[in-house]
């Protein structure tokens, strides 16, 4: 079998350039002989006609200023507001149908589908936009809550929580020299792209679960390919691996392409092991997931569509610009076999029947993509020193008079899919070319006037006339935007911001969490009786162990960071929080209840001490907490009358959910049952570590009921993860023995729903407490990282 991978593999490639030199020599043609021009020429005037208006009807559009486009509820609405969302959504999905999907637009099947595809985003977008205030609104699919409501409705919720997984660890493992933003960006375009194949592939007659099925296999096909992206592509042309690791890699990937099996890891020397370790078996893990999945003539197309692709990126990887003897068929040609066979390679990965024209169409499509790819990154290409056909123009046009001007190779290819592909069809040459001229547009906003000006003195000097025609275009044409482009620039603002945000709150809770360490110490007074010791040392000898301080450092930033309360101020709050929920440890731990043996990684007060030491110790931080809290001199005396008033009651309701708990032993639960003792033993603390400064800062009640709602599906979502932990987690970073729940005969999610449905009760819950953050009056990000940390902790 592995002999015959190989064979397919060379003799796969080999048919690929011969198709790829006969492309690129008509190319070569049509730029040598100028035959795009007068082409393109008659195209852009009939074109120009839907772009270009008179002046004078710009009088009737005041009052209807563009907002910009990274204000994207006002865009959305504005282009709803003035008729344009339709035409809008039309061009883009049209476009993804062509270059994605390989589809001609000249099908009426297809014209159908794209208008169903239309119809449904644009009611979509028209009702997120109006019905949500958040300046988020619309984009609610690409959070983890908006794509886990999406995944229920397709009943492919597992699927869902399987790929939240893995994304958040690649995120957590993508090299700092690699872009975290845009690889997780390409990542989840070509899961998108994949997606989109196995949908356009059903017809109305599978069943709910056939189609659940399709969906979930297609989510997991796409991130398995698409992990190639940031794990192999970027990896490699990053500066991470040193050269002798970008060889070792490199044998290995192609070994795997042409054997079908994944070699093991072998030793693997310098500081990238445990990197590689990662990267190595979650592409193996996908590798033979999409081999495995494969018909047996489905598969031999995917491994060499495969190797075309690894090896023509090889072949330009391994160019330097410091070369001058490239020929034009040594930049072209690979450029031809990667963009196309990235693209073919997604029907075979999906086992898709054969689709009539696809192969050729997505093959003479693919320089197009990567031009326009190349021209937008050519000046970061420039200073990384990569060879692509712009940075060898830039660098040897003086020299190399023989050398091919790439912007008129992006005008051949232009005009041959406009007229030799699609065959003249007028909805393509309306599409293409309001392609061609956005990305323009976006360069110039992008590098400013002056510098795209130098830009087109050097790359469209070949033909002024066209150029003046070309550049009008881009000074006066509208309605030539794109959906795509706008999720792209949005998807990639959301992950930086939500990054700097994730990055922000942990640094925050790390600094905040120091200084309620340094607060938490119960000094002893200086006349204070030898006798008198050992309560507080026992109590020090709690409070000093590894917590996580969740509730004090959530008060803190409620209070200070949300109200703007004294951090001074509010010192005793946050002491007397810590030390009751110290206090309800003490007492979880005891033998006539949980009877554990460690917490925060230390042996449990009991085991140190004595079981009547314990209940003391407990005793006496409760009623320390109360006596914090009545030293709030700061604040209106009601108020903090108030706030004990509530502190009290809460704390009444977890001895009541504790009793409920012990009760509850040895007893089978219901689920309403579990939630009540899940809220009473830990929602109510989250739920006074936030309302409590909102009653110091007086808010009204509205937004209490929010934080309360909130509080209770968040606690409920915490608990759920630490009985998945209990069964999942390591007991050096929980700091507590795993399994204690099963041993104790204790009801838990995952005892009453099982693993996967605890899970999928976990993120229920995180839903609903998402949402509940919508009904507050101000943005709170803290608490979506608050609840992001909840559960996807691993201790």
């Known amino acids: 079998m592995n002999v015959a991978f190989k064979d397919h593999a060379d003799l796969g490639y080999r048919q690929a350039e011969e198709k790829a030199a006969q492309y690129f020599a008509s190319l070569k043609l049509q730029v040598k002989e100028k035959t795009y021009v007068p082409t393109l020429t008659e195209d852009f005037h009939l074109w120009k006609k839907n772009h270009i208006h008179p002046a004078w009807l710009s009088f009737f559009s005041k009052g209807k200023k563009k907002p910009d486009t990274r204000d994207y509820n006002r865009y959305i609405q504005w282009l709803n507001a003035t008729g344009k969302l339709e035409d809008y959504l039309d061009r883009s999905v049209s476009y993804m149908y062509m270059r994605d999907m390989g589809k001609s637009l000249n099908s009426p099947a297809t014209q159908t589908r794209i208008q169903h595809v239309v119809t449904d985003i644009k009611n979509h977008l028209i009702h997120s936009t109006s019905s949500n205030k958040n300046k988020e609104a619309g984009l609610e699919t690409m959070s983890l809550a908006g794509l886990y409501r999406w995944g229920q409705k397709k009943g492919i919720e597992t699927d869902i929580i399987w790929l939240i997984n893995k994304l958040r660890m690649v995120s957590i493992h993508v090299p700092e020299e690699i872009s975290a933003e845009h690889a997780q960006r390409k990542l989840i375009k070509i899961i998108i792209g994949v997606v989109l194949h196995v949908v356009e592939d059903m017809d109305d007659t599978l069943s709910a679960a056939e189609r659940a099925k399709r969906l979930g296999e297609a989510i997991r096909l796409g991130y398995s390919y698409g992990l190639t992206y940031p794990f192999i592509d970027d990896l490699l042309d990053s500066t991470v691996l040193t050269p002798t690791e970008k060889e070792q890699y490199s044998r290995m990937i192609r070994t795997s392409l042409l054997t079908g099996t994944v070699p093991k890891l072998s030793e693997w020397s310098g500081s990238n092991q445990e990197l590689i370790q990662y990267i190595h078996a979650e592409l193996r893990e996908a590798f033979e997931y999409i081999r495995d999945y494969q018909r047996p003539d489905t598969q031999r197309i995917f491994f060499e569509q495969s190797y075309v692709f690894f090896h023509s990126q090889e072949i330009d990887r391994a160019k330097v610009l410091s070369d001058s003897t490239y020929t034009n068929e040594e930049l072209y040609i690979p450029v031809i076999l990667k963009s196309s066979s990235s693209r073919l390679i ?31 990154d050519m000046f970061d290409d420039m200073k990384d020193g990569a060879v692509t056909p712009y940075t060898y123009y830039l660098k040897y046009r003086d020299q190399r008079p023989d050398l091919i001007n790439p912007f008129e190779m992006y005008w051949s290819v232009i005009s041959h899919l406009i007229h030799h592909v699609h065959h003249s069809d007028p909805k393509t040459r309306e599409v293409i070319l309001d392609r061609a001229i956005n990305g323009l547009k976006r360069c110039k906003v992008r590098v400013g006037t002056e510098k795209y000006n130098e830009i087109m003195d050097i790359f469209a000097s070949g033909h002024p ?61 200086n006349d204070i009786s030898p006798m008198q010791e050992p309560l507080i040392d026992a109590a020090n000898y709690s409070l000093e162990g590894d917590g996580k301080r969740i509730r004090p450092i959530l008060t803190w930033m409620m209070g200070v960071n949300e109200y703007g309360l004294e951090a001074s101020a509010i010192v005793p709050l946050l002491r007397s929080l810590e030390y009751m929920h110290t206090a309800s440890l003490i007492f979880d731990d005891l033998p006539s209840q949980d009877n554990a043996s460690t917490r925060r990684g230390r042996p449990t007060l009991h085991q140190v001490h004595n079981v009547a030491t314990a209940e003391l110790t407990g005793l006496f931080l409760i009623l320390r907490a109360i006596n914090e809290q009545s030293s709030l001199g700061q604040f209106n005396a009601k108020t903090v009358l108030d706030l004990i008033h509530y502190s009290a009651q809460k704390t009444e309701e977890m001895c009541m959910g504790q009793a409920m708990d012990l009760q509850s032993k040895g007893k089978v639960l219901t689920l309403e049952q579990l939630n009540m003792i899940c809220f009473y033993k830990t929602g109510i603390a989250f739920e006074a570590s936030l309302v409590m400064p909102a009653i110091l800062a007086e808010a009204n009640e509205s937004e209490i009921a929010a934080l309360k709602k909130f509080a209770y599906h968040a606690g409920i979502a915490f608990q759920i993860k630490d009985d998945l932990l209990d069964l999942e987690g390591d007991l050096f970073l929980l700091g507590k023995p795993t399994g204690q729940d099963a041993e104790n005969n204790t009801s838990t999610f995952v005892s009453i729903l099982g693993q996967d449905n605890a899970k999928k009760e976990m993120w229920e819950h995180y839903c609903l407490a998402v949402e509940a953050l919508k009904e507050m009056p101000r943005d709170i990000a803290f608490l979506k990282h608050l609840l992001n940390y909840f559960v996807s902790r691993d201790h």
């Open 346 to 376: 997604v029907r075979s990965i999906i086992s898709a029947p054969v689709d009539e024209g696809f192969d050729d169409r997505t093959f003479y499509n693919g320089i197009y993509n990567q031009l326009a790819d190349d021209f937008a």
């Open 465 to 525: 006339e066209f150029n003046r025609l070309v550049q009008h275009m881009v000074r006066k044409a509208d309605n030539v935007d794109f959906f795509d482009k706008l999720l792209r620039d949005q998807m990639v603002t959301t992950l930086k911001n939500d990054r700097q945000e994730k990055d922000d709150f942990h640094q925050a809770i790390e600094t905040i969490r120091q200084q309620i360490n340094d607060i938490l110490s119960i000094t002893k007074p």
